[in-house]
């Protein structure tokens, strides 16, 4: 080692010069004490002053920057926003089917996937959205031909949250999968597909919440409750979804604060 290395990292025990052995070679294993810390002195003396390490720029994900909000939801349309007594039945409806799927959850996940279900890896982001949504939403077609001799093609149309299927999702992949899905509505439309997904995805997740399924509900609650005042006309159905996403954060997983006021 160099003196100038030497002054900033002192030994912490002496080592003095030994006479090793002539046979004395520091590929294999030291067979005294003295060997093993002669080892030692050589591998330091090798190592460089200054490491890089290689990151592989592919693994980053494309949005680095987040943005934290600390602010409510948006006030529902007027006349649009939900009684306490429905947000109250919608929460007791989700408690009830997630209790189902947690007492469930083994038998599902025995169960045989059909040979056209590929669930994609954890870390797939467009082949879980494609997954999820279909093809037909994912590249924004307007619509398909139809062909009534066909079955569903689900790579269009995209597969449903299936028992089958969400039961063999660790809390890693639902959370990734709930990562993926909350980052495309911030820039798309509420569709049915993403709904039911978002639902499934929300009964999976398990209590008390990480940070960062905390911070994704959150996100998907204050998004809700910016689509549903940006509603041109109205949709019933649509509102309706949009109110039960929000009714679900805020008093099922505690959000308070994000809450609906009865109307």
């Known amino acids: 080692m160099e003196a100038g290395v030497e002054e900033l990292m002192p030994r912490l025990l002496p080592v003095e010069d030994w006479d090793l052995a002539?046979?004395?070679?520091p590929a294999v294993p030291p067979r005294t004490p003295q060997e093993y810390l002669k080892r030692v002195q050589i591998e330091a003396?090798?190592?460089?002053?200054?490491v890089v390490a290689k990151i592989d720029p592919r693994k980053l994900k494309k949005k680095q920057t987040v943005n934290i909000s600390i602010s409510g939801c948006q006030p529902a349309p007027e006349g649009y926003s939900p009684t306490l007594r429905w947000q109250q039945q919608q929460v007791a409806n989700f408690s009830a089917v997630r209790q189902?799927?947690?007492?469930?959850?083994?038998?599902?996940?025995?169960?045989?996937?059909?040979?056209n279900v590929i669930m994609p890896n954890s870390e797939d982001e467009e082949g879980w959205k494609k997954?999820?949504?279909?093809?037909?939403?994912?590249s924004e077609i307007e619509a398909l031909p139809s062909n009534e001799n066909i079955g569903i093609d689900y790579m269009q149309v995209g597969f449903p949250p299936l028992l089958s299927i969400v039961s063999r999702m660790n809390q890693a992949t639902v959370t990734s999968v709930l990562e993926y899905l909350i980052s495309w509505f911030g820039e798309k439309k509420f569709t049915p597909e993403l709904g039911r997904w978002l639902y499934?995805?929300?009964?999976?997740?398990?209590?008390?919440?990480l940070p960062e399924a905390h911070s994704l509900i959150r996100q998907l609650a204050r998004r809700c409750s910016e689509v549903r005042v940006l509603e041109e006309n109205k949709n019933e159905e649509q509102i309706s979804a949009l109110n039960l996403m929000i009714c679900l954060v805020s008093r099922y997983f505690n959000q308070r604060d994000l809450a609906d006021e009865p109307s």
Do not use: M
Request: glycine content about 2%.
């Open 45 to 50: 003396a090798r190592c460089p002053d200054v």
């Open 22 to 25: 002539e046979d004395f070679d």
């Open 100 to 115: 189902s799927l947690n007492k469930h959850r083994n038998h599902w996940r025995s169960q045989n996937l059909d040979s």
């Open 200 to 209: 499934a995805l929300l009964a999976c997740l398990e209590k008390p919440l």
């Open 131 to 138: 997954f999820c949504l279909g093809e037909r939403i994912y």
